[in-house]
């Protein structure tokens, strides 16, 4: 597939080159039962089948690391740690592509033939719609060879179906975030119901340590029942074995796992994101609900009553939930690179914001911070508190994503636990939006309901007291006042209106296409616009996918890799690692590694010279 | 939200102090927003903690700014509910015409209202989506007019100066019939009570109201119809005593006084809102 190129890397790295010459697979087992199943509702007895058989892991374990090792390096780490359930972090099995999706359909249809040659993925996906679940119920072994099938196929897959057509799988990409129809109660419209359940390529479900459904992204109760009940089992059984489950892989789908004191957080994703990936995915939804309840809440919640039921408690935030799900299905350089994203500003414009947040003060304010369209403007804050960019995604996420807030119009004071801040007391937010009127001075309040609109900015001061409200409430008229005087709103919505830069706006005819740059020391990033490369949503999912393929491979344990360089056909990509950054970017394939190179290190240097203005360097401190 | 008064003579001008309470998803913010804006989102998602928002409303002889505190109406933000209704002038205490145990909730929050807020507080109790309601089912258990008179006399009406007033959409005016008892002309009961999703009879809260001395509407936000009216209502409803201070502290403190005397008071004010919502209706 891809050439990985570890300077000052380490030599433990598995070398890619086994590669260029396949050996040749394994004979097919005969038994293949494989989506046999025509009915669905078996999947549940076949799923507390393979717990069972979890029962057989050291011998399990041994064939399959065995296979998998013969055949592709890469994939040894996968299969290790998806059998073991040890800690190590999850590998990509090679480069991740969606693709990968794709390949498993057709194999899935026609066996042999797939996995033997470079079958270009055909139209006849028809096992996608049919394999999420229903994997579970497949034997092991089988998966074992369709993933390694799959591995093996990739290069030529990528070149299909990168920035080509993948009409199948972008078809039910499309329709990922719809909400399934209720089920009737008589049933009548079970089977459809059940079949858009089962094309979602993505499901979240977080179920209390007692087996009780907390939240579902897709279906209701009844729907999930008999998920949720396979999945208790599972987690269950290894956990009383003292050696919880972490991940594991059923044919295309990926489980991920987070268990958190009463919590059980699962994560399945055919989009193939890495394990470490779906796990900070995890991690996020834990803290929005840690936001809502506080953790001594919660803990006192269950310990009194161990089958409490905690949708009750959490009653109305299904929605950030929800939103928060989705963002990271569709894909969330935010989480992936745990940074925020601030908006570009003129140094002299933003120390003038700094300067105005510090001037309106007012005694109770905790942080202060100006937000446009999800994307930092200006933070004012305690010269020994600093704020945690977990929070601060989940109140954007509040805010921007969710959109309960805005729609509301008003202003808005919401206690919220901030969990990285404190996770065991509340805080009171105070929160008004601007509408983006480019009329300057007046800055009306919003008042419409419409949706999503571009150029939101948000006003929010967070404060330990409670009836803080109006002195806030006057403390932003104040801020507004001070920042229509001064240009600095102006500045604001100017920067608004023109959006991210592209490639070439920032540096006239480099090869790259798009990048992330994360900076270190500041926790935050900047990326180019995702036009005009990356305008669909699907274009910008198999992006992020790069990107989080790239992370991973930065990221994993045991090793650390420098630089990480990748090809296919149809792009280069190429993740760079230092003390001060992390760089992630793509170009198309006809870029020479060092017109890469050297179209990174461009962007390197332009990153450094535009330090300030791209980032929110310490923010207003008092 | 034009403030249609100000072009005349400067009118008095004071601040109202109102708070929203009520189980979630009954409608509150609906209703605030349908009062604010005029305008209504399907599948709204709940709200968070609290919104505070601002509202004129234009009566012939003053105009009454309400501040209005849209309580969320989950368990959890129950205990921080004290803090915005102390010093409220007003309240609008929404329960849902299609859920009875809504009312129940509604109940709970009227007697914590009588109990620990400002004594002179005036008490809306609402039935919000009236429009789900089959036109006959708000009247036709009791069959009859004499206790239903009251409250289906200000919402026949109010209604058409909603629509004067606050600019509701022309069907605004005819999904405002439903609530207002129109069930002299619709014979049929039989059928259409198959469609109807009403759980509370209007009559039931309505006496409760009577018995607690509160204001009584059903409203609904999706269509508009009553919502001005119960607003206006309240405007009237507020005595002039308490409206001399501009922020809610000062006006809870001299209603003080006349917070006991009050009590017989409120019945009477209800009907004497309705006769005068539908002269003047709010010009909001």
Redesign the interface.
């Given at each position: 597939m891809a050439n990985n190129t570890s300077q000052e890397g380490s030599p433990q790295l598995k070398p890619d080159t086994s590669e260029e010459t396949p050996p040749p697979l394994p004979p097919r087992p005969e038994n293949l039962t494989f989506l046999a199943g025509s009915g669905r509702p078996q999947s549940s007895a076949g799923s507390v089948k393979g717990t069972q058989r979890g029962s057989l892991r050291p011998s399990l374990l041994q064939s399959k690391a065995t296979t998998a090792l013969s055949l592709e390096g890469s994939g040894q780490y996968t299969h290790g740690e998806t059998i073991s359930g040890s800690s190590t972090p999850s590998r990509q099995p090679s480069l991740a592509n969606i693709g990968y999706n794709y390949m498993r359909s057709a194999s899935d249809v026609d066996d042999t033939a797939s996995i033997r040659s470079a079958v270009p993925p055909s139209e006849s996906g028809v096992g996608d719609v049919e394999s999420l679940l229903g994997d579970v119920v497949t034997e092991r072994d089988q998966t074992a060879f369709e993933s390694v099938a799959s591995v093996r196929q990739d290069p030529g897959l990528f070149e299909e179906t990168l920035f080509g057509d993948a009409a199948e799988l972008e078809k039910e990409f499309e329709t990922e975030l719809d909400e399934i129809d209720e089920l009737k109660t008589d049933g009548s419209n079970q089977e459809s119901v059940m079949k858009a359940w089962r094309s979602k390529l993505k499901h979240y479900l977080i179920l209390s340590s007692a087996g009780k459904p907390i939240y579902s992204r897709h279906g209701d109760d009844h729907l999930i029942t008999n998920y949720i009940g396979i999945i208790q089992t599972i987690i269950s059984f290894y956990n009383s074995a003292d050696d919880p489950l972490r991940s594991f892989t059923a044919g295309d789908a990926r489980f991920a796992i987070l268990s958190r004191g009463y919590l059980n957080l699962v994560a399945i994703s055919r989009l193939h994101e890495s394990f470490s990936e779906l796990r900070a995915q995890l991690e996020a939804l834990y803290m929005q609900i840690l936001s809502?309840?506080t953790l001594p809440n919660m803990e006192r919640m269950f310990s009194s009553r161990p089958s409490t039921d905690l949708r009750?408690?959490l009653?109305?935030?299904e929605?950030?939930l929800s939103a928060l799900a989705d963002g990271f299905t569709r894909g969330s350089p935010s989480t992936l690179l745990s940074a925020l994203e601030c908006l570009k500003l003129r140094k002299a414009h933003r120390n003038a914001i700094n300067n105005t947040l510090l001037k309106c003060r007012t005694p109770s304010l905790l942080y202060g911070l100006i937000v446009a369209n999800g994307r930092l403007v200006s933070v004012v804050r305690p010269k020994k508190h600093s704020l945690h960019p977990g929070d601060l995604h989940l109140v954007f996420n509040?805010l921007f994503e969710?959109?309960?807030?805005k729609?509301?119009?008003?202003?808005?004071?919401?206690?919220?636990c901030l969990p990285g801040f404190n996770n065991t007391g509340y805080l009171?937010?105070y929160v008004s939006f601007l509408s983006a009127s480019r009329d300057g001075v007046e800055v009306e309040e919003r008042?419409?309901?419409d949706g999503k609109g571009e150029g939101e900015v948000a006003i929010i001061f967070i404060s330990a007291n409670?009836?803080g409200?109006f002195e806030l409430?006057q403390m932003r008229n104040d801020l507004i006042e001070q920042m229509s005087k001064n240009g600095s709103l102006d500045h604001i919505l100017e920067s608004v209106s023109q959006g991210r830069s592209s490639c070439t706006d920032i540096l006239p005819g480099t090869v790259l296409r798009h990048f992330l740059y994360k900076s270190r020391s500041n926790v935050q990033y900047c990326m180019s616009s995702y036009d005009p490369f990356f305008s669909t949503p699907f274009s910008r999912r198999r992006l992020l996918s790069i990107y989080g393929d790239l992370h991973a491979q930065l990221h994993s344990r045991p090793v650390r890799l420098k630089i990480h360089y990748t090809t296919s056909t149809s792009y280069v990509a190429l993740a760079w690692s230092s003390p001060v950054f992390e760089l992630y970017c793509v170009a198309p394939a006809s870029t020479s590694r060092a017109a890469l190179a050297q179209a990174a290190t461009a962007l390197v240097n332009w990153a450094k010279r535009s330090e300030e203005r791209l980032f929110l360097i310490g923010g207003a401190v008092f | 939200?034009a403030d249609s008064g100000a072009g005349s003579a400067p009118k008095p001008s004071s601040s109202v102090k109102l708070v929203l309470l009520g189980e979630?998803a009954v409608g509150k913010?609906s209703l605030v927003?349908r009062f604010?804006?005029n305008?209504f989102?399907e599948n709204?998602?709940?709200?968070?903690?609290?919104?505070?928002?601002?509202q004129k409303c234009t009566l012939p002889t003053r105009t009454i700014k309400f501040e209005?505190w849209?309580t969320?109406?989950?368990?959890?933000?129950a205990s921080?509910a004290p803090?915005y209704y102390r010093n409220a002038q007003a309240a609008l205490v929404v329960y849902d015409i299609t859920k009875a145990s809504s009312l129940t909730k509604a109940q709970h929050w009227v007697a914590e209202l009588q109990r620990q807020a400002s004594p002179g507080i005036v008490i809306a109790l609402v039935g919000n989506k009236a429009d789900l309601a089959n036109p006959s089912s708000g009247t036709d258990e009791e069959g009859a007019e004499p206790p239903a008179a009251p409250p289906s006399g200000p919402t026949d009406t109010d209604a058409p100066a909603d629509a004067d007033g606050a600019g509701v959409p022309a069907d605004g005016e005819d999904a405002s019939a439903p609530p207002s008892g129109a069930d002299s002309d619709d014979g049929a009961d039989g059928d259409d009570a198959a469609a109807d999703a009403r759980k509370v009879p209007m009559r039931t809260a309505k006496a409760y109201a009577d018995e607690e001395g509160l204001l009584f509407f059903e409203t609904s936000a999706k269509t508009g119809a009553n919502v001005a009216a119960v607003f206006t209502a309240i405007a009237n409803a507020i005595p002039e005593t308490s409206l001399k201070g501009s922020r809610g502290g000062v006006g809870g403190q001299t209603s003080l006084g006349a917070g006991r005397g009050q009590e017989g008071d409120r019945v009477n004010l209800t009907g004497r809102a309705g006769d005068m919502g539908a002269k003047e209706g709010c010009a909001c």
């Open positions: 809502t309840l009750r408690p009653q109305g935030t929605s950030l509040m969710a959109g309960g807030v729609a509301g119009g008003g202003e808005n004071w919401i206690p919220l009171y937010m008042r419409t309901a409670k009836e409200f409430r | 939200m979630a913010s927003m604010v804006n305008d989102q709204k998602e709940p709200t968070i903690g609290a919104a505070f928002l601002t209005i849209d969320a109406g989950q368990e959890r933000f921080l803090m």
